[in-house]
């Protein structure tokens, strides 16, 4: 059979310069801004909203410069922040070394119940301030929002509301430290530590004692037991009186819960993973915790289920630092 070979040459030029012209890259063109006052919302923040914690927003506003200046930006909470929120006079870039700069645009925020305003010092029609919500303890169980406004010198104003954010039920404590042979009895309940003499004058508090013994014959280190737990886990360790709390204990080496560690982890431990976690046959002893470990608890009276955090612990002066989510689950 003959081949037509200049019918062939010519039908794959031909789809040679189809793809060509449909592979073309059209020109770049900069997007051209929208007349009038704009803004957008990023949440800076991750995990679980727990009180204590803080939800973080960047809020943007900007207008074109020939049609006006930012002169305020607002924002009104549904349930008033604890101590610590705060609107920033800063409008934040990030700098050629990938570092955040602030530049003051405003006098400090000025606060009224559930709102706080920056009104503008600066010339300026483009403006990114954070703003960091501190979770009070009235919103536990609730939901919260955030309605952002923003003004400009052309007497326009722009408003933008957030979807509704939930918080949780449970309680989270932070770096809490526990000393051998003194402050070494933790109640879950209090979230606190106590020492010998409030632990006998509180017994039925008493979830959890810290020791550090560094035996010899035994890897035992620094060790989380209950009061009820056998004697061959109270090594040189006398007892106060009526301390009868058998609490379950269930080692967690692999959850490293991020709010708790506040380090690189991006796990979190949530209501759900308290509510849901079984204590089925668990003992009543974690023996030789190490720095950034942890473990599940429940209390003896089955109130309480918890996540217990290791942030740190010192062979030299017998303590052990630790960060507790605590739900109450009846």
């Known amino acids: 059979m003959k081949t037509n070979y200049l019918k062939i040459g010519l039908l794959s030029i031909g789809f040679g310069l189809l793809l060509l012209g449909s592979c073309k890259e059209e020109a770049y063109e900069i997007p051209k801004a929208k007349d009038g006052l704009q803004n957008d919302i990023i949440k800076r923040s991750l995990g679980p909203n727990v009180v204590g914690a803080t939800i973080d927003f960047a809020y943007a506003a900007a207008i074109l410069p020939d049609q006006g200046k930012l002169t305020s930006i607002a924002v009104e909470a549904s349930i008033a922040g604890d101590e610590g929120t705060v609107l920033e006079n800063k409008s934040y870039y990030t700098s050629s070394t990938g570092a955040d700069v602030g530049v003051v ?52 104003e722009i408003a933008l509301k957030t979807e509704a954010y939930a918080i949780r ?22 979230l606190k530590w106590y020492t010998a003499t409030e632990a006998a004058a509180n017994p039925d508090k008493i979830d959890l004692i810290y020791l550090y013994r560094p035996l010899p014959t035994v890897t035992y280190a620094h060790s989380l037991v209950a009061p009820t737990t056998d004697a061959s886990y109270l090594p040189s360790f006398t007892l ?14 692999t959850v490293r819960d991020q709010q708790l560690a506040r380090l690189q982890y991006s796990v979190f431990v949530d209501d759900v993973d308290l509510k849901d976690k079984s ?16 473990l599940w608890l429940q209390t003896a009276d089955g109130k309480y289920n918890a996540y217990v955090f ?3 612990v010192n062979n030299t002066t017998k303590e052990m630092k630790i960060s507790v989510k605590r739900l109450q689950v009846k």
Do not use: H
């Open 240 to 253: 106060p009186v009526g301390l009868t709390n058998k609490t379950k204990i269930v080692k967690a080496w």
């Open 169 to 190: 039920n449970m309680d989270m404590a932070l770096d809490l430290i526990g000393k051998d042979g003194a402050a070494c009895f933790f109640s879950v309940a209090d």
């Open 310 to 312: 290791v942030n740190s």
């Open 105 to 156: 645009v405003g006098d400090p925020a000025t606060v009224n119940g559930n709102s706080a305003e920056v009104k503008f010092t600066k010339d300026t029609s483009a403006s990114t301030l954070r703003y960091s919500y501190k979770i009070p303890a009235a919103a536990k169980g609730k939901s919260v929002t955030f309605t952002f406004r923003a003004r400009s010198s052309n007497g326009q």
């Open 279 to 294: 204590f089925i046959d668990a003992p009543d002893f974690a023996i030789n915790l190490k720095a950034e470990s942890g």
